[in-house]
């Protein structure tokens, strides 16, 4: 399996933090709530929401910490992908990515794109950034990503690529990152 590991900063934005104080909202064909062990599964043309985020999916199985932390992983179902959308903290930046299994951890304040996963960032309604391989691990704290290459990346050759826009003086200082 090839290996290849992308990472890169994310310069000056952050998830929305208000998201993960929000209650997470669904809707699907089907659920089963499991009160006792904390655990809700989701079937059928599944749309959670919670805040700014909003997956989607086939599947998707949320757990819940005895402290109220939300795990959720989301499964496409057969030839389709798991999608999720997210809004970046004081900007008009929105993070899209879709990938066969999706994985969600609220506590980490991270995402995880297993499988077919590609990651977008748009600023506004402009595509700006774009990776894509097998596996892509987003870090809402430490504001990294990173890309793995192998066989289930949707890069014919198995590498991981990537387009990364460089910023404008006035982006950059919107964010306060004064980062080009």
């Known amino acids: 399996m090839l290996a290849l590991l992308l990472a890169a900063a994310v310069p000056g934005v952050r998830a929305e933090r208000a998201d993960r104080n929000l209650p997470l909202n669904f809707a699907a064909d089907s659920a089963r709530v499991d009160d006792l062990r904390q655990v809700t599964v989701l079937s059928g043309n599944v749309e959670i929401s919670k805040g700014s985020i909003v997956i989607r999916a086939d599947q998707v199985e949320v757990r819940q910490s005895p402290d109220g932390y939300q795990f959720a992983v989301a499964t496409g179902g057969p030839g389709k992908r798991a999608s999720f959308r997210q ?24 995402v995880k794109l297993v ?18 391989g097998s596996t892509i691990s987003f870090d809402n704290t430490t504001e990294v990503f ?11 050759s198995g590498r991981v690529r990537g387009v990364l826009t460089p910023r404008d003086a006035k982006s950059s200082s919107a964010t306060g990152s004064g980062k080009p």
């Open 146 to 156: 990173q890309v793995l290459g192998g066989p289930a990346s949707p890069v014919a």
């Open 87 to 110: 809004k970046r903290e004081g900007s008009e930046e929105f993070l899209e990515g879709e990938a066969e299994r999706l994985e969600y951890d609220a506590r980490a304040d991270t």
């Open 115 to 132: 499988n077919q996963a590609t990651l977008r960032r748009f600023r506004g309604s402009t595509l700006a950034d774009e990776v894509a």
